[in-house]
């Protein structure tokens, strides 16, 4: 059974961790550690994937006499799960192939060697579990692991405090996934996920389910407004545990939301769709507008992460709301644009973070404005994190252009929808998502050219080297998912057909079916795209170019020094740097996105101090939301704190107090 499988897998990766803990300080267990978890993730991804793609061993359950003993542990593996599977196991068996060589130059490797492999294990149970409590222990579980890996470097300034948000932001997600779990099993208090399907939700409370699954579900993915840990997170982690945070862990997120709207909730309604359109429009865009701000690399492929989720639950809420009035075909379509770019992004996000842990390895920076130059140094590592831009940019022939195309294709069928609310929202999230598409080509631009082209801002981008063997490998092999994903989409499309069909009860068209490898999203009539086509026009004119520029314009141009504005040996600070890239983008939207502030130190004339520019940029929602309520429970807590000094009469006098206003409430209730 796949099911069995799959928890033998899950069992060896719990099993390392503690071998792991026990011989952290020997050179040895870096190879061991990852090498099982490279084998154990791929024998899970191998058994998922076949059982996804021929439609064996799905629908499987087993309950184990765990947990509850009323209740058991109960797992199962149906499309939904198997699809999410694969993007765990896939991520997982990538970042272990990249650690067998970025591991050797950890220098916390007893911090990050027990909690990888359970790491992995976690996210596998969360999407196993056909339970509430089972889903809940291992979603609990999975966050305090990812928050060990967080807390690895917490000697670094800013470490301690991103862990310490994470935990906070994980504390409050489980709380609201336990009261979303608590109104979803009713009266009855069946909280094996087959008993909820069966309960009937008054309006009420499917709208309290629904923001629930929103908070909780939504911290963990990184919605805007609750993305505040990511971008602090993420960057603290080890490059491959970030690539497994930010490609796969919010996708287990999106996979807890998926099931408790799609799955455990029943029918859905029109405006449940509208809300979550409206979280991930805004998501979209600010997510790419605080990219465009970053300097630190790490921090940029975060907040690109929170715009990618975005885009994920504008799907979803197009699903939803297509679902919601019986529109199966653009329901098909919008949940197939948003679980194809669920695995898109977990392969093209995966490979840009181990690119930026090879340049973190070789130059010990983060900082674009100290880089520059790197292609000349780390070739294939450039070339890596070019297809990885080009991916995340939704530039065709690859594969993230895919899914945002089909979720242009569902926002162009909105004016099918009866609400009037619909009409006018739907189109809006769609300039919304136009807008960060565009935003994040223009983010990318950046943050390629500043960190590989141009020539090196400092002795260490000049004395970089290629990363290690393991680490090309890892990455390459996602080039390749980028590239076959993109030319060949049909195949990704009908795998997750089974899936799509389970959610809104209706599939898109096979896509084998049609010739030339072309997607159709609705009929042949309406659109199409060849992935396949596309790719050999643009090889082929890009051949072509290439021939007729070094065969014949080669010889009729003369080779000189380029023109250098006068200045015959100018220093490499005179490039363009991330924050000049950015000026123009700060400038529109600063005051009212960052509340920008530029400081400009102009020093007096013969003064030959260099002119300085300060700019000072907020986190808007941080200010407004988070910051009041972190002000509140200092003061709380100092007023609070007074509470251990008390005399023995004032521990009296509180308790009897406290029993007369319980009594008091009581006789009021009654």
């Not at 550690?33 to 799905?58: E, M, P, Q």
């Not at 197939?336 to 130059?363: E, I, M, Q, W």
């Amino acid at each position: 059974m796949a099911v069995e499988v799959l928890l033998w897998c899950i069992a060896a990766l719990l099993a390392t961790a503690p071998a792991a803990a026990a011989g952290a300080r020997r050179g040895t267990t870096t190879i061991f550690v990852y090498a099982i978890a490279l084998v154990v993730s791929t024998i899970a991804l191998a058994t998922v994937t076949w059982a996804l793609v021929t439609d064996t061993g799905l629908a499987q359950k087993l309950r184990l006499p765990i947990g509850l003993p009323w209740l058991g542990a109960h797992f199962r593996l149906d499309p939904l799960a198997a699809a999410f599977l694969a993007v765990v196991n896939l991520g997982g068996a990538t970042a272990s192939l990249y650690g067998l060589g970025y591991g050797r130059h950890e220098p916390e490797r007893g911090r990050v060697l027990p909690f990888f492999p359970a790491f992995l294990a976690a996210m596998n149970l969360v999407v196993l579990a056909d339970d509430a409590f089972t889903f809940l222990l291992t979603w609990e579980f999975m966050s305090l692991t990812s928050w060990a890996l967080v807390m690895a470097h917490h000697r670094q300034p800013g470490n301690a405090r991103a862990g310490y948000i994470y935990l906070l932001m994980a504390s409050l997600g489980t709380l609201s996934l336990l009261l979303s779990f608590g109104l979803l099993a009713g009266p009855a208090g069946g909280y094996a996920f087959d008993a909820i399907r069966n309960t009937q939700l008054s309006t009420t409370v499917s709208a309290a389910v629904l923001a629930l699954a929103l908070l909780g579900a939504g911290s963990k993915a990184g919605l805007v407004p609750l993305h505040v840990w990511l971008p602090l997170a993420h960057p603290a982690a080890p490059s491959h545990v970030s690539a497994l945070m930010s490609g796969v862990m919010t996708k287990v997120a999106v996979y807890g939301f998926v099931r408790i709207v799609f799955d455990l909730m029943g029918p859905p309604t029109w405006w449940s769709g509208g809300v979550v359109l409206l979280f991930g429009g805004a998501s979209a865009v600010l997510g790419v507008l605080h990219a465009l701000m970053e300097h630190d690399l790490k921090r940029l492929l975060a907040y690109h992460t929170v715009e990618n989720i975005g885009i994920i639950f504008i799907g979803l809420g197009l699903g939803l709301a297509f679902a919601a009035n019986d529109m199966r075909g653009p329901a098909a379509l919008a949940t197939t644009a948003a679980l194809f770019h669920v695995f898109n992004h977990s392969v093209f996000k995966s490979l840009l973070f181990f690119g930026s842990g090879a340049v973190l390895t070789a130059t010990g920076e983060r900082d674009m404005e100290r880089l520059g130059g790197l292609i000349h140094a780390m070739p294939f590592t450039a070339f890596a994190f070019l297809i990885g831009s080009a991916a995340i940019s939704a530039l065709p022939p690859f594969n993230g252009f895919v899914s945002e195309w089909l979720t242009f294709q569902a926002i162009l069928l909105s004016p099918q929808l009866p609400q009037w609310v619909l009409k006018f929202l739907v189109p809006a999230v769609g300039g919304l998502l136009a807008l960060s598409a565009a935003l994040a080509a223009a983010c990318f631009v950046k943050a390629f050219g500043i960190t590989f082209l141009g020539r090196p801002r400092t002795s260490v981008a000049h004395d970089a080297r290629e990363t290690d063997k393991f680490s090309l490998t890892a990455m390459f092999a996602l080039v390749v998912l980028c590239l076959v994903a993109g030319v060949l989409p049909g195949y990704f499309i009908d795998a997750l057909a089974p899936v799509v069909q389970g959610l809104v009860s209706a599939q898109m068209p096979r896509q084998a079916a049609f010739a030339w490898f072309t997607i159709v999203p609705i009929a042949e009539s309406r659109s199409s795209y060849n992935g396949l086509l596309l790719f050999v026009l643009i090889a082929v004119a890009a051949s072509l170019a290439a021939y007729v520029i070094h065969r014949w314009a080669s010889h009729a141009t003369r080779r000189s020094a380029p023109w250098d504005c006068g200045f015959p040996d100018a220093s490499p600070a005179t490039q363009y740097t991330a924050g000049s890239f950015a000026q123009p983008i700060r400038r529109v939207f600063g005051t009212t996105v960052f509340r920008a502030r530029e400081v400009i130190h102009m020093p007096p004339p013969g003064d030959p101090r260099p002119a300085r520019l300060h700019v000072h940029l907020h986190d808007v929602l941080w200010d407004v939301l988070y910051a009041p309520v972190a002000k509140v429970v200092g003061v709380t807590a100092d007023v609070l704190n007074r509470v251990q000094f008390l005399t023995i009469r004032g521990y009296l006098t509180l308790v009897s107090g406290a029993l007369v206003a319980l009594l008091v409430i009581l006789a009021v209730w009654q």
